[in-house]
């Protein structure tokens, strides 16, 4: 379960700044999906990605946050000219299947702090 | 959809006591139903689940009770450790080919603390 990698684990980011947060998948598995929590809030799906393909963004703001899961390299969520609310910590989940019932592994989050 | 509520949000024990948090869904098609552990600054991790064709499952010190009719499932953990600190999340969702990982929804939490 050590296998998803989540950079940077703390990200510090004035307002109207970018920020990018990356997760590496355990290897093998072709599922992402990005959470984000709020303090003392639970677990709030935001996207889903498998290589190359959004398949469900029901749950990303319409403005400013975007993610992509390229062929190489990690997945990434981005959030545009970031304001106080965004901060949060940001999980991303990966499984090697797509059907529930498959466990999906957590990394250990990125938490942004928007100043 | 699904909406998964959970309660209590806080709750303290003493070390050695028993502890139940309780989980409501809404969505009558749901049969899959896990719960996941976060430490304070670590990942969730999947401590256990159960699917409704079962009423009840045990791991060690953590059961999982299931009542479909009423649409609630429990987690017990019995002779609490301190270690057993952290926040619990439910979730809810149906399994099967249909339906992926991004239609599990997630309770808000419960925050247990176990007083030495």
């Known amino acids: 379960n050590a296998g998803v990698m989540q950079n940077p684990r703390h990200l510090v980011r004035r307002r109207g700044q970018e920020a990018r947060l990356r997760c590496s998948p355990v290897k093998g598995h072709s599922h992402v999906y990005w959470y984000r929590q709020l303090p003392e809030e639970g677990l709030k799906f935001m996207v889903y990605l498998q290589k190359e393909n959004i398949i469900d963004e029901s749950g990303m703001p319409k403005e400013r946050f975007s993610a992509e899961f390229p062929k190489e390299g990690p997945s990434i969520l981005r959030i545009q000219q970031v304001v106080r609310g965004d901060s949060a910590a940001y999980f991303c989940?990966?499984?090697?299947?797509?059907?529930?019932?498959?466990?999906?592994?957590f990394g250990q989050g990125t938490r942004l702090t928007v100043v | 959809g699904e909406n998964v509520e959970q309660h209590p949000s806080t709750l303290s024990v003493q070390e050695g006591d028993s502890a139940v948090i309780k989980c409501t869904y809404s969505?009558?098609?749901?049969?899959?139903f896990p719960w996941y552990k976060q430490e304070l600054g670590k990942r969730p991790q999947l401590i256990i689940d159960i699917r409704s064709n079962v009423g009840e499952k045990k791991d060690q010190r953590i059961a999982v009770t299931l009542n479909k009719t009423a649409k609630h499932f429990s987690l017990h953990i019995t002779e609490t450790q301190p270690e057993d600190s952290a926040v619990y999340f439910c979730a809810a969702s149906i399994a099967g080919m249909i339906n992926s990982y991004d239609k599990v929804i997630f309770g808000p939490g419960t925050s247990l603390s176990v007083i030495p």
């Open positions: 969505d009558s098609a749901s049969n899959y």
């Open positions: 989940a990966s499984s090697l299947d797509r059907r529930v019932g498959t466990e999906a592994f």
